[in-house]
């Protein structure tokens, strides 16, 4: 046996017993109330057969939206400047297997104001959609309840607002539930068309979308994530380095990163320049669209873990000096640059107060 130095031994001793003791492992050190608890117990809320499916419109979207608006609240985030937590588009037109019928439908919206005195007027936004496809056909369960679409990245959203609501980000961090993504992006597509903050001044956008389940059609994705658009803004490289901490591995999907990014909601807001894309875990699942994409089916250890490397980059964007910004190199990004070239041409808007 090889005797160790004293000096040598006792920093061997000192980092093996911090490494035991967790103190350097992000996983269970970072965002402690980020537990598989935590987003379980909204996912079997938003995804239970007393909310019909969440069809836009229908009773079960209005009773999703008033529970994530309360979720908000308790959390602290800020409401908007009338006192609620609910953007309103009234009179929409939704084209329904029914037919086309108007009702008022509303993108929940809460927000946490940045600490710099600078960056406090420029934005991260975190979204996710709260509709699903309803309950329709005569099966033995017609109720389509959308467990990892999307109750999964709604329930990630709201606990990732709880974890970063004291961490005093240096830009403003606001979170969206979007109505109507099932029926063609219709609340993401309202918001860019009535944003809330400023369009020029929203630096980012990370979407929340199917991250509950693991078992993908091309097998596990246990500690995997991956990201529309992948190499098409600096989110990507953000996303990478924060996963790598948590042990995660981020990759680029070689088909469906390119795919699936004009699929989900982020795609409303890069239409009009914002660097938005959307995280994912299994791009497809068997129940994808499915009666059977049921709650006991998501994997809740691992749909805690997604939410933490979510929530580290999200953090890192709201500190970081310098804004995401597109890389034109990628032809696919290349539209969306020049739509956020023509975005910072606009006139200033005022900062809020």
């Given at each position: 046996m090889?005797?160790?130095?004293?000096?040598?031994?006792?920093?061997?001793?000192?980092?093996?017993s911090l490494f035991s003791s967790g103190a350097q492992n992000p996983e269970t050190e970072r965002f402690p109330t980020l537990t598989p608890a935590a987003v379980r117990r909204h996912v079997y809320y938003l995804a239970s057969d007393a909310l019909g499916g969440r069809g836009t419109p229908s009773e079960g979207l209005d009773l999703a939206a008033e529970y994530i608006s309360k979720a908000f609240k308790g959390i602290g985030l800020l409401p908007l400047d009338d006192g609620t937590y609910f953007q309103t588009a009234k009179g929409m037109t939704v084209r329904t297997r029914s037919g086309a019928v108007q009702a008022d439908?509303?993108?929940v919206i809460g927000w946490i104001e940045g600490s710099d005195p600078v960056l406090k007027h420029e934005y991260v936004i975190v979204s996710a959609h709260y509709d699903h496809l309803g309950t329709f056909g005569e099966g033995e369960d017609p109720i389509y309840n959308g467990a990892n679409d999307d109750a999964s990245g709604v329930s990630g959203m709201i606990e990732i607002a709880r974890a970063l609501v004291a961490q005093s980000p240096r830009r403003s961090i606001v979170f969206i539930a979007f109505f109507g993504e099932e029926r063609g992006l219709l609340g993401s597509r309202y918001y860019a068309e009535h944003p809330v903050f400023p369009l020029?001044?929203?630096?980012?956008?990370l979407n929340l979308e199917q991250i509950g389940r693991?078992?993908?059609t091309e097998g596990s994705q246990v500690r995997r994530v991956s990201l529309t658009g992948f190499d098409y803004s600096t989110v990507g490289s953000v996303l990478v380095e924060v996963?790598?901490?948590f042990g995660v591995e981020a990759y680029?999907?070689?088909?469906?990163?390119?795919?699936?990014f004009s699929r989900s909601d982020n795609a409303a807001l890069a239409n009009v320049g914002i660097p938005a894309h959307t995280l994912t875990v299994a791009f497809q699942y068997s129940d994808y669209?499915?009666?059977?994409?049921?709650p006991e089916k998501l994997d809740y250890e691992n749909m805690a873990l997604t939410c933490k490397v979510?929530?580290?980059?999200?953090?890192?964007?709201?500190n970081e000096d310098q804004r995401p910004a597109w890389n034109p190199d990628v032809p696919a990004a290349r539209r969306y640059w020049e739509k956020w070239k023509e975005l910072m041409e606009r006139r200033p808007h005022p900062a809020r107060s």
């Open positions: 090889i005797r160790l130095a004293r000096p040598f031994a006792a920093a061997c001793f000192l980092a093996l439908l509303h993108n020029k001044q929203t630096v980012a956008m693991s078992d993908s996963a790598k901490e680029r999907h070689p088909r469906n990163s390119d795919a699936y669209h499915g009666v059977d994409d049921e979510a929530a580290g980059t999200i953090l890192r964007l709201a």
